[in-house]
């Protein structure tokens, strides 16, 4: 991944330029490692770096960049540049632990960072205390270029993952075998039945699968409701869908596989097409890069009136924390996703998890369907003639609402939206030449075309067509809408032109989760990379993740937060019940595997539950609440009354001193989201209020801003069902 080359048949070596010179086209970036290094530690004195515009945003040592601790002499910040990235101007500092001042700026002239390698002669970092004793730290400086692909795929999470972190001792994911036998469950077990213990969801739950997905889709600004129009959510009709059974590939040993990125292969072609081919298998997703493919490259713009401070996270998560602040969500470009497939293919399916992802990430995102505003113009009674390629009325009227949405989308991104997903057939190249000249100069243009060959899943995605679609909401007869669908289906296929213009994402039988490939084509930048990344780990595999917090603590007992405390009398009660629950829910999927976070009481709330592998994720940790961790909420208002009052104005980008915001924690969390969207056996996360807050934001497609009030209550069990129909909620009450 960096700029190593590789080794011909002679023996000699080649390629390490031209890799070079294919990353700087292809949009590639700079991994900038730096580190300094003391052995003498002198109180608490943390190091960090500040300076010009694009590394911190001015030369307020109020607003340095935390280093973080690497091991006990030794302090890194990783971020991530372009190649060709203005100078970064820069000094080390020193801040104490527990405020902000005095600061101790290291002497010397200020150091320049251009193209990942420091200019001038190496020096040592300087710092004179107050005493005139002088510190010295050793400065060091490691550059890797990595592509838009491989930084989606959280580079440096693939080298660093499993590997024990030398301050805490324990690795940031660990898996513990099944055990053979655990404790007995005794009184604390659920005499009656699951269904007793449900209680009423919110009204704002994750229940997308009772609604039409294309209703959920933005509403039209030119064009006026009529009555009965379907802008109101449509539910789904009472029906039995037979759906095929995927085929089951577990591991059998008890351990679960627990990768992020794929392993890279020599290009394969089709069609003569130059691009990137993703074959995905059964295990992880690999990923083929070709040095000629052609490219796009985005106008990357920094926004220097940014003020927002990077979250204090370290790795994976501070580099995608540094690129989404100097190339992500504010900078100054639009990007159009346009779906193309045949009817029945998962299109808006699609496009609902691409936005849901793609929002909660805190990209501006809005799906746009034009079989929306088809139904609202023309009403919903139009036959399969409609859809003749050789019914001019119909080929003028679907090209008109079509031209209608692209505008609405286009209005939108001028006022300040950044991702539009364009959710059509857009089957043939006259109709996708229409919107690329309707988007020249004012957002750039990826196809996204989903293809599906399985005879299975495509009659599958008919019926439920014909169950869910407004389109035949009117149609008594179910056998009559099916085949008026399937003739409009043949419609559409007689004419079907695929996509081999412009930036393009193939996604060929990817539905299942089981092999598949994507190929991708004139792609770069850093947010397509994260998209392709996310299509890559996704699929349409039913099954229950289950969220809940861990047993009461005894600092819920007193009312602190953070810490690492051991359950509570009431606490120990709850974990017995919900391994009682687990037992019976999960009896017949020995598959599940139990998710916690590193801290004992989650550990502590899983331990009865026996015959699943366990596995530890740093990521799931609590939000972390800085110098406030283990102080009640009176007594932050007492002691820091200013921390209290800012904290209570803005809870979502509110990061505790020393600590993180939910901000913070929504980086930290997004390799969780991919792994759990690999999954294809149930899914048990034991973890903290603030961390399934926002995991629960993510299915229920809940607005950032909302993630600090969602309700989590403790003893209860939130299970989304996850499926070709979209997001099911149910809640278990287990105690009071």
């Given at each position: 991944?960096?700029?190593?080359?590789?080794?011909?048949?002679?023996?000699?070596?080649?390629?390490?330029?031209?890799?070079?010179?294919?990353?700087?086209?292809?949009?590639?970036?700079?991994?900038?490692?730096?580190?300094?290094?003391?052995?003498?530690?002198?109180?608490?004195?943390?190091?960090?770096?500040?300076?010009?515009?694009?590394?911190?945003?001015?030369?307020?040592?109020?607003?340095?960049?935390?280093?973080?601790?690497?091991?006990?002499?030794?302090?890194?910040?990783?971020?991530?540049?372009?190649?060709?990235?203005?100078?970064?101007?820069?000094?080390?500092?020193?801040?104490?632990?527990?405020?902000?001042?005095?600061?101790?700026?290291?002497?010397?002239?200020?150091?320049?960072?251009?193209?990942?390698?420091?200019?001038?002669?190496?020096?040592?970092?300087?710092?004179?205390?107050?005493?005139?004793?002088?510190?010295?730290?050793?400065?060091?400086?490691?550059?890797?270029?990595?592509?838009?692909?491989?930084?989606?795929?959280?580079?440096?999470?693939?080298?660093?993952?499993?590997?024990?972190?030398?301050?805490?001792?324990?690795?940031?994911?660990?898996?513990?075998?099944?055990?053979?036998?655990?404790?007995?469950?005794?009184?604390?077990?659920?005499?009656?039945?699951?269904?007793?213990?449900?209680?009423?969801?919110?009204?704002?739950?994750?229940?997308?699968?009772?609604?039409?997905?294309?209703?959920?889709?933005?509403?039209?600004?030119?064009?006026?409701?009529?009555?009965?129009?379907?802008?109101?959510?449509?539910?789904?009709?009472?029906?039995?869908?037979?759906?095929?059974?995927?085929?089951?590939?577990?591991?059998?040993?008890?351990?679960?596989?627990?990768?992020?990125?794929?392993?890279?292969?020599?290009?394969?072609?089709?069609?003569?097409?130059?691009?990137?081919?993703?074959?995905?298998?059964?295990?992880?997703?690999?990923?083929?890069?070709?040095?000629?493919?052609?490219?796009?490259?985005?106008?990357?713009?920094?926004?220097?009136?940014?003020?927002?401070?990077?979250?204090?996270?370290?790795?994976?998560?501070?580099?995608?924390?540094?690129?989404?602040?100097?190339?992500?969500?504010?900078?100054?470009?639009?990007?159009?996703?346009?779906?193309?497939?045949?009817?029945?293919?998962?299109?808006?399916?699609?496009?609902?998890?691409?936005?849901?992802?793609?929002?909660?990430?805190?990209?501006?995102?809005?799906?746009?369907?034009?079989?929306k505003y088809r139904r609202l113009k023309h009403g919903t009674n139009q036959s399969a003639d409609f859809?003749?390629?050789?019914?001019?009325?119909?080929?003028?009227?679907?090209?008109?609402?079509?031209?209608?949405?692209?505008?609405?989308?286009?209005?939108?991104?001028?006022?300040?939206?950044?991702?539009?997903?364009?959710?059509?057939?857009?089957?043939?190249?006259?109709?996708?030449?229409?919107?690329?000249?309707?988007?020249?100069?004012?957002?750039?243009?990826?196809?996204?075309?989903?293809?599906?060959?399985?005879?299975?899943?495509?009659?599958?995605?008919?019926?439920?067509?014909?169950?869910?679609?407004?389109?035949?909401?009117?149609?008594?007869?179910?056998?009559?809408?099916?085949?008026?669908?399937?003739?409009?289906?043949?419609?559409?296929?007689?004419?079907?032109?695929?996509?081999?213009e412009g930036s393009y994402i193939k996604m060929i039988d990817m539905a299942s989760g089981h092999g598949?490939?994507?190929?991708?084509?004139?792609?770069?930048?850093?947010?397509?990379?994260?998209?392709?990344?996310?299509?890559?780990?996704?699929?349409?595999?039913?099954?229950?993740?289950?969220?809940?917090?861990?047993?009461?603590?005894?600092?819920?007992?007193?009312?602190?937060?953070?810490?690492?405390?051991?359950?509570?009398?009431?606490?120990?009660?709850?974990?017995?019940?919900?391994?009682?629950?687990?037992?019976?829910?999960?009896?017949?999927?020995?598959?599940?595997?139990?998710?916690?976070?590193?801290?004992?009481?989650?550990?502590?709330?899983?331990?009865?539950?026996?015959?699943?592998?366990?596995?530890?994720?740093?990521?799931?940790?609590?939000?972390?609440?800085?110098?406030?961790?283990?102080?009640?909420?009176?007594?932050?208002?007492?002691?820091?009354?200013?921390?209290?009052?800012?904290?209570?104005?803005?809870?979502?980008?509110?990061?505790?001193?020393?600590?993180?915001?939910?901000?913070?924690?929504?980086?930290?969390?997004?390799?969780?989201?991919?792994?759990?969207?690999?999954?294809?056996?149930?899914?048990?996360?034991?973890?903290?209020?603030?961390?399934?807050?926002?995991?629960?934001?993510?299915?229920?497609?809940?607005?950032?801003?909302?993630?600090?009030?969602?309700?989590?209550?403790?003893?209860?069990?939130?299970?989304?069902?996850?499926?070709?129909?979209?997001?099911?909620?149910?809640?278990?009450?287990?105690?009071?």
């Amino acid at each position: 991944m960096g700029t190593g080359a590789s080794r011909n048949a002679d023996g000699g070596l080649h390629g390490g330029e031209e890799r070079e010179e294919s990353l700087d086209q292809a949009g590639g970036q700079l991994y900038v490692s730096l580190k300094m290094e003391n052995y003498k530690k002198k109180g608490d004195l943390i190091p960090h770096v500040y300076g010009s515009v694009p590394l911190v945003g001015s030369w307020d040592s109020s607003k340095a960049l935390s280093m973080e601790r690497e091991s006990t002499s030794m302090w890194e910040l990783s971020f991530v540049v372009p190649p060709n990235h203005e100078t970064l101007d820069f000094k080390f500092l020193l801040k104490p632990k527990h405020g902000y001042t005095p600061c101790i700026v290291e002497e010397g002239p200020n150091r320049q960072l251009i193209g990942g390698t420091l200019q001038g002669d190496a020096r040592l970092a300087l710092f004179k205390l107050d005493n005139e004793e002088v510190l010295e730290y050793r400065v060091f400086i490691k550059a890797d270029r990595v592509s838009p692909i491989d930084l989606a795929a959280s580079w440096r999470a693939y080298q660093d993952n499993l590997l024990p972190s030398t301050v805490r001792g324990i690795p940031d994911v660990s898996i513990d075998a099944v055990p053979e036998t655990g404790p007995e469950n005794g009184s604390s077990s659920l005499e009656l039945d699951l269904e007793h213990y449900v209680v009423p969801a919110p009204s704002t739950s994750a229940n997308s699968g009772l609604v039409y997905a294309a209703n959920l889709a933005e509403n039209p600004r030119s064009i006026t409701f009529a009555g009965g129009c379907c802008d109101q959510p449509a539910t789904i009709k009472e029906m039995e869908v037979v759906i095929p059974d995927s085929p089951k590939v577990y591991s059998g040993s008890g351990m679960v596989e627990s990768k992020s990125v794929g392993t890279f292969s020599p290009l394969q072609k089709q069609d003569n097409h130059r691009g990137l081919f993703v074959d995905r298998g059964v295990g992880s997703p690999r990923l083929a890069k070709s040095s000629s493919s052609t490219t796009f490259s985005f106008d990357l713009k920094l926004d220097s009136q940014n003020k927002n401070s990077m979250p204090a996270a370290a790795g994976a998560v501070a580099a995608a924390a540094v690129a989404d602040q100097m190339l992500g969500p504010k900078e100054d470009r639009h990007l159009a996703l346009v779906l193309v497939g045949l009817p029945a293919r998962g299109k808006t399916f699609t496009a609902v998890k691409l936005t849901r992802y793609l929002r909660w990430l805190g990209h501006d995102t809005k799906h746009f369907n034009v079989g929306k505003y088809r139904r609202l113009k023309h009403g919903t009674n139009q036959s399969a003639d409609f859809f003749r390629a050789d019914n001019p009325e119909g080929m003028e009227a679907r090209n008109e609402v079509a031209a209608l949405a692209m505008d609405d989308m286009i209005a939108w991104m001028q006022d300040g939206g950044q991702v539009g997903i364009f959710d059509a057939t857009n089957s043939s190249r006259s109709r996708r030449n229409m919107l690329m000249k309707m988007a020249e100069g004012k957002c750039k243009i990826i196809f996204l075309e989903t293809i599906c060959n399985d005879e299975r899943i495509i009659e599958r995605n008919i019926r439920l067509k014909i169950q869910q679609s407004p389109d035949y909401a009117e149609e008594p007869d179910f056998e009559a809408g099916l085949q008026d669908f399937r003739t409009r289906l043949a419609n559409y296929e007689k004419v079907y032109e695929p996509v081999d213009e412009g930036s393009y994402i193939k996604m060929i039988d990817m539905a299942s989760g089981h092999g598949g490939q994507i190929q991708v084509n004139n792609i770069s930048g850093y947010l397509p990379g994260r998209i392709v990344f996310f299509l890559v780990n996704t699929h349409l595999t039913p099954r229950p993740i289950f969220l809940t917090r861990h047993g009461e603590s005894r600092h819920n007992v007193r009312g602190r937060i953070g810490g690492d405390s051991v359950l509570s009398d009431t606490g120990e009660i709850y974990m017995k019940k919900l391994a009682n629950f687990v037992e019976k829910r999960l009896k017949n999927e020995r598959a599940a595997s139990i998710w916690t976070s590193t801290l004992q009481r989650t550990i502590l709330t899983a331990s009865p539950i026996v015959g699943f592998p366990k596995i530890q994720w740093r990521a799931l940790d609590e939000i972390n609440a800085g110098v406030c961790d283990g102080m009640t909420y009176e007594e932050i208002k007492k002691n820091m009354p200013e921390e209290y009052e800012s904290r209570k104005k803005d809870k979502l980008r509110y990061r505790y001193p020393r600590g993180e915001s939910y901000l913070d924690v929504i980086q930290r969390l997004e390799p969780v989201i991919i792994e759990l969207e690999r999954q294809r056996a149930p899914v048990v996360v034991i973890s903290h209020q603030a961390v399934l807050r926002a995991l629960y934001a993510y299915f229920a497609d809940r607005p950032l801003k909302e993630i600090p009030h969602i309700e989590v209550p403790l003893h209860t069990i939130i299970e989304i069902q996850m499926g070709v129909t979209g997001v099911q909620e149910k809640r278990y009450k287990l105690m009071d």
